[in-house]
C-alpha cells in the first residue's frame, strides 16, 4: 500500500522531506500546495509525478494525508479548508495555534467534516510523556531554548543584543508560551508543542537564549507534577539552507508520514 500525501508549502523542510519519500516505496508525495506566485519556481525543482497546485480545491480526492510544512500564515490560510474538505493535516507550525481564533475555526472544520488534526513534534522529544501526564498531572513546566546567534536574525533579539558581536550567552526572551510563540513564529514552534502537550500556552514558562557557543539547536523542558518529574534535553544539527530550522523537523515530520503508511510503526 503506498499513501498519498500533498504537502503546504516547499521551503527548507518540504524538499528535505521530498528526498526522504522519494526512496520510500509506501510513500509518495503526489501534491504540493504553494501561493501563486511560487507555482512555477516550485514546479522547476520538482519531477513531473508531483503535481503543484495553488488552491485546497485542487486536492485530489485519493489524498490520504496533508502535512503543513510553510509557516503560520499557510496553517491559517489554508487549514480549515483542508479540514473542511475531509482530509487529516499534520500541522509543524504548532505556533499558529496560540491564536484562540484560528483554534475555533480549525474545531469548526473537524466538527463538520470529522478529520482530524494531528500537531507533529517537530525539534523536542519526550512530547509522549508529557502529554501522557496532561496539564491535570503537572503543576509547572518551563521550556528553554538555546540557538546560535544567526538563528534569531530577523526577530525581536535584534533589539535585545548585538548578535553580530555576541561572545556570551544573552536571554532573549523570557515569557510565557503564547507570548514567545507570537513574537518568533519562525523559531519557536516547539515552544508551542510543549505548551499543548502539557499546561498550555499561558502556564507554560519560556526563556529563549542566543548563544554562541552552542553549535546545534538545544532544547530543555523542565516539568514538574504531583507524582513525576521531568527533566530532559533535545539537541540537533540545522537544515543546511536555514540556519533557524532543527534537521529533526524533517525527520519527525517524516516519521509521522510513517506512521500513516507502515502497518507497524514506532
Same mark, same amino acid.
Given at each position: 500500500?503506498?499513501?498519498?500525501?500533498?504537502?503546504?508549502?516547499?521551503?527548507?523542510?518540504? !524538499?528535505?522531506?521530498?528526498?526522504?519519500? !522519494?526512496?520510500?516505496?509506501?510513500?509518495?508525495?503526489?501534491?504540493?500546495?504553494?501561493?501563486?506566485?511560487?507555482?512555477?519556481?516550485? !514546479?522547476?525543482?520538482?519531477?513531473?509525478?508531483? @503535481?503543484?497546485?495553488?488552491?485546497?480545491?485542487?486536492?485530489?480526492?485519493?489524498?490520504?494525508?496533508?502535512? @503543513?510544512?510553510?509557516?503560520?500564515?499557510?496553517?491559517?490560510?489554508?487549514?480549515?479548508?483542508?479540514?473542511?474538505?475531509?482530509?487529516?493535516?499534520?500541522?509543524?507550525?504548532?505556533?499558529?495555534?496560540?491564536?484562540?481564533?484560528?483554534?475555533?475555526?480549525?474545531?469548526?472544520?473537524?466538527?463538520?467534516?470529522?478529520?482530524?488534526?494531528?500537531?507533529?513534534?517537530?525539534?523536542?522529544?519526550?512530547?509522549?510523556?508529557?502529554?501522557?501526564?496532561?496539564?491535570?498531572?503537572?503543576?509547572?513546566?518551563?521550556?528553554?531554548?538555546?540557538?546560535?546567534?544567526?538563528?534569531?536574525?530577523?526577530?525581536?533579539?535584534?533589539?535585545?543584543?548585538?548578535?553580530?558581536?555576541?561572545?556570551?550567552?544573552?536571554?532573549?526572551?523570557?515569557?510565557?508560551?503564547?507570548?514567545?510563540?507570537?513574537?518568533?513564529?519562525?523559531?519557536?514552534?516547539?515552544?508551542?508543542?510543549?505548551?499543548?502537550?502539557?499546561?498550555?500556552?499561558?502556564?507554560?514558562?519560556?526563556?529563549?537564549?542566543?548563544?554562541?557557543?552552542?553549535?546545534?539547536?538545544?532544547?530543555?523542558?523542565?516539568?514538574?507534577?504531583?507524582?513525576?518529574?521531568?527533566?530532559? @534535553?533535545?539537541?540537533?544539527?540545522?537544515?543546511?539552507?536555514?540556519?533557524?530550522?532543527?534537521?529533526?523537523?524533517?525527520?519527525?515530520?517524516?516519521?509521522?508520514?510513517?506512521?500513516?503508511?507502515?502497518?507497524?510503526?514506532?
Amino acid at each position: 500500500m503506498t499513501v498519498s500525501v500533498a504537502l503546504i508549502g516547499f521551503g527548507a523542510i518540504a !524538499q528535505d522531506l521530498l528526498i526522504k519519500v !522519494q526512496s520510500d516505496p509506501h510513500l509518495r508525495v503526489k501534491q504540493i500546495l504553494v501561493r501563486a506566485t511560487a507555482c512555477d519556481s516550485t !514546479q522547476a525543482k520538482i519531477d513531473l509525478q508531483t @503535481e503543484v497546485i495553488t488552491s485546497v480545491d485542487a486536492l485530489d480526492d485519493d489524498i490520504d494525508f496533508v502535512l @503543513e510544512c510553510a509557516g503560520h500564515g499557510a496553517l491559517k490560510d489554508y487549514g480549515a479548508a483542508v479540514l473542511a474538505r475531509g482530509f487529516d493535516l499534520g500541522i509543524l507550525s504548532a505556533g499558529a495555534l496560540s491564536d484562540d481564533a484560528l483554534v475555533a475555526e480549525l474545531n469548526s472544520a473537524t466538527a463538520q467534516s470529522k478529520a482530524k488534526v494531528i500537531v507533529v513534534p517537530g525539534a523536542i522529544g519526550g512530547i509522549d510523556a508529557l502529554s501522557a501526564v496532561e496539564s491535570g498531572g503537572l503543576t509547572s513546566v518551563c521550556y528553554t531554548g538555546r540557538k546560535a546567534p544567526i538563528s534569531w536574525k530577523g526577530t525581536p533579539a535584534d533589539v535585545v543584543c548585538d548578535l553580530d558581536t555576541l561572545t556570551e550567552p544573552c536571554e532573549i526572551f523570557s515569557g510565557t508560551a503564547r507570548e514567545a510563540a507570537q513574537a518568533f513564529p519562525k523559531n519557536a514552534n516547539v515552544v508551542a508543542t510543549v505548551a499543548l502537550a502539557g499546561l498550555g500556552f499561558d502556564d507554560t514558562t519560556v526563556r529563549l537564549f542566543a548563544d554562541p557557543a552552542v553549535t546545534r539547536n538545544t532544547h530543555r523542558v523542565q516539568a514538574v507534577g504531583d507524582n513525576v518529574s521531568f527533566d530532559f @534535553e533535545t539537541s540537533s544539527g540545522t537544515l543546511p539552507h536555514n540556519p533557524r530550522t532543527s534537521a529533526l523537523t524533517s525527520q519527525s515530520a517524516y516519521r509521522a508520514l510513517k506512521l500513516r503508511a507502515y502497518p507497524f510503526s514506532t
